[in-house]
């Protein structure tokens, strides 16, 4: 026998019993966005390298280090999806989607980074992020940060800590740049090597390093609101103004840059203090000039992404078993005529009561056998239909996860009676 094949590293796998957590994540995010009136688009996973290396910068950590990039049998240079935003504007451009149109988009799906795997963060993710096109006042930035402060009502999460931010226009964070190259500059003993390649490249960057030894310089540096214009200045005091209105805290972070170089004006991220070192599970921000240079007309455009393995540790360390969606009932079958007429009265069942979620036993086995089996499958009832149930015309019913006493229930009313018991609502 060979050696066993293994999952890729930081590429893991999602087993039926975590699966349900996803699944409860994103249906409340979906249902969010569909409230808000955000439609769905589905990107490609592989683009053309120089989609990537134009929209997010070529001196990024994420082109220069951690792109899956290949050349196909065509040879042309090919990269897996880092990030979602730079395949919708493609998509808007291609499809004359953003043409006198206001868009409002959502995506799901997995991304790619070569970048070391630690907890929550791997080299295959999952991201959901929205995008709104064609829009440029600061009332839709407001609504993209309600959205995602919705999102954490609906999802039962609290202590997120929005950060908040402006980069200006691309000639205020020019001159911005310019001031920030030199404060630097004079102090190069103080600055690693990372940030030593970044000061005529991407100065900017340097203020969202993460070394411990650079924090006091970053701190003492210049800050881009100094160099904001009237205008800039204006679109931002609103933003703040409508989150105050709306009774969003947030804390304004001036070191707040984004590594992604298409960003102007707004950027934003919701922090938490529960995941260690990487604490941002959902950022964004403004980025007007992305359309026009990746070929199409000058569109206004704001969105976000948010990874949802960090959700998921967030959603793991709250104790809500409702959330999971657990099996309503388990079918024991006992004997061929009740394993016949079993198969038939399950799919009555599925079809008179959607909601109702029925497993049923397939295998054959002993009624103590398929007994075990109905309790660890988590169902809240056994459902029992044996030789002598059927001659009687009933069923019995019996809770699983509590003592109350089996009992028994004509086949025939057996819909009216699960609307009951497992639907308090009535709904079907």
Same mark, same amino acid.
């Given at each position: ?329 388990? #079918? ?20 008179? #009561? ?17 007994? /075990? ?11 029992? #239909? ?11 019913? /019996? ?30």
């Amino acid at each position: 026998m060979g050696k066993s094949i293994q999952a890729i590293r930081g590429m893991h796998d999602i087993l039926p019993e975590q699966s349900a957590l996803w699944l409860f994540l994103e249906s409340r995010v979906m249902d969010v966005l569909n409230r808000y009136g955000y439609r769905e688009i589905r990107t490609p996973i592989a683009e053309m390298t120089e989609l990537f290396r134009r929209s997010i910068g070529d001196v990024t950590d994420i082109v220069e280090k951690e792109m899956y990039t290949f050349d196909d049998r065509n040879g042309e240079s090919l990269t897996l999806r880092p990030e979602g935003t730079a395949g919708c504007v493609r998509a808007g451009i291609q499809h004359g989607l953003f043409h006198n149109q206001v868009q409002r988009l959502w995506y799901r799906g997995q991304m790619f980074r070569h970048e070391r795997p630690q907890k929550g963060r791997y080299r295959q993710f999952f991201q959901m992020g929205a995008e709104a096109f064609g829009l440029e006042g600061p009332d839709i930035d407001l609504e993209i940060i309600a959205i995602t402060r919705r999102f954490w009502t609906e999802l039962g999460i609290d202590g997120l800590e929005l950060q908040l931010n402006t980069l200006g226009t691309a000639d205020e964070r020019e001159a911005y740049r310019r001031q920030l190259v030199d404060y630097f500059a004079a102090h190069p003993d103080q600055l690693d090597e990372d940030s030593r390649r970044r000061l005529q490249s991407n100065p900017l960057r340097i203020l969202d390093s993460k070394n411990p030894q650079m924090r006091e310089l970053i701190e003492a540096a210049p800050t881009l609101m100094a160099h904001l214009g009237a205008e800039s200045g204006a679109h931002f005091e609103q933003l703040c103004a409508g989150l105050d209105a709306l009774g969003i805290p947030y804390r304004i972070n001036p070191r707040l840059v984004r590594g992604l170089d298409y960003y102007a004006r707004t950027v934003f991220e919701w922090v938490s203090d529960r995941l260690g070192a990487q604490g941002t599970v959902c950022a964004g921000g403004r980025y007007d000039g992305l359309v026009e240079q990746l070929g199409g007309r000058a569109t206004p455009a704001v969105g976000f992404a948010m990874g949802i393995e960090r959700l998921i540790l967030l959603l793991e360390q709250i104790d809500d078993a409702t959330r999971l969606a657990p099996l309503d009932a388990y #079918l024991v079958t006992v004997g061929e005529a009740a394993a016949t007429v079993g198969a038939r009265l399950a799919e009555e069942l599925r079809d008179a #009561l959607p909601q109702f979620s029925l497993l049923r036993h397939c295998g054959g086995g002993s009624f103590k056998s398929q007994f /075990k089996r109905a309790d660890r499958s988590g169902a809240r009832f056994a459902l029992i #239909l044996g030789e002598d149930e059927l001659a009687r015309g009933v069923i019995g019913l /019996k809770p699983l996860r509590d003592d109350a006493d089996q009992q028994e229930v004509a086949l025939e009313g057996l819909v009216a009676h699960l609307q009951r018991v497992l639907l308090p609502t009535g709904a079907e």
